[in-house]
């Protein structure tokens, strides 16, 4: 389980190891067996242009040397490649805290055996719905809510550290009390100190510039229903809110304002080392070098990168709350400092400052 005490722990290596990759995202496919509506990812890349699993491997020894911990096999749907067995045995076997993002769709009874013998450090998995409509609506696929349902059950006799998050949008919002009753039944409550459950409500158009996705975007009123369907969702947004409404801080000229590239690395299907997942932006192939000197020159352009136009987002005091950044803004809008008007509303809604002019 993720407790309170294990959370606080991850915290504090996070923040002492400045500049080391210390959590790597390795993107092993965007393909995935399902269709879902809200997908970023998908149509992005093809089974040639992936890396072998050979070369994940390599890259597996060389993210080790550069004193990377933790190691999280995302995608798509990673655990549906043909390899996925023997690139996750190489990270267990040297040593990294592994955790595998899946929506538990394609989980064979190869890949229980494998959790069984080599247990991940936790394992996230998407769930759409709390009933086969809900479900399907998002993920596009007939019967996918009973197999999903079906391989959790496995996954959690096993006694893996499960942690269920939800991706909430117009297709399923309303089923988002439902789902996390049904996650603290079954995984564990914040009421005790176990951290097992997430939802996310941010929505952002595919990486091939599509913009479909964003018709599923929960609008306030949306987000204020979903939210009043649990209290303590409920309170901790509303204490978010509180707490991150603060004056702009920093190089007043600094592009990027988060800090989470000092720390942490994307690589994806073709093998970019990336600082964010939604951008190729001063990304660069990862190689056969060491990855150390190439995550710290990537840093070090994040960094020294400056605005460059009159944007209100760069002295907007709500700044902190709002959900865009330049890389969502740049997906788009086409240009990373140009305003996202979605995102726009719901900070000033947040805020209780009602929508902008």
Known sequence: MRTAGVV????????????????????????????????????????????????????????????????????????????????????????????????????????????????????????????????????????????????????????????????????????????????????????????????????????????SPCKYRLYPEQRREMLAQDRDARAEHECAVKSDVVPVGGRKTALYRCNSWRSQLFINPRGRMKFCMFTEKFSRQAGKASLLPAFRAMGRQVARASTCTDSPCGTCHLRGICYSCPAAALLEMGHQETPVPYFCVLAHEAAGGGVPQ
């Not at 996070?14 to 879902?36: D, G, I």
């Open 8 to 211: 606080a722990l991850e915290n504090r290596l996070l923040s002492s190891a400045k500049n080391t990759p210390l959590t790597a995202y390795l993107e092993l496919t965007y393909r995935c067996p399902f269709n879902c509506v809200h997908c970023y990812c998908k149509n992005t890349s093809s089974p040639k242009d992936e890396l072998s699993a050979s070369e994940w491997k390599n890259l597996l020894v060389r993210l080790k040397r550069a004193g990377c911990l933790w190691i999280t096999f995302t995608g798509g749907e990673a655990v549906s490649r043909r390899d996925f067995e023997e690139i996750y045995r190489t990270a267990k076997e040297l040593g990294f805290l592994v955790t595998v993002f899946t929506t538990g769709y394609p989980i064979s009874k190869a890949h229980l055996d494998l959790f069984r013998s080599l247990p991940p450090y936790t394992m996230e998995i998407s769930v759409y719905g709390a009933a086969p409509r809900a479900y399907e609506s998002v993920t596009r696929v007939p019967g996918s809510f009973k197999r999903a349902m079906s391989n959790i059950r496995a996954l959690k006799a096993q006694g893996l550290n499960i942690s269920i998050k939800m991706p909430c949008m117009t297709a399923n919002y309303r089923e988002f009390g439902r789902v996390k009753a049904w996650a603290e039944k079954n995984f564990g409550s914040l009421r005790e100190n176990i951290y097992n459950f997430s939802y996310d409500c941010n929505i952002y158009p595919r990486l091939d510039g599509d913009t």
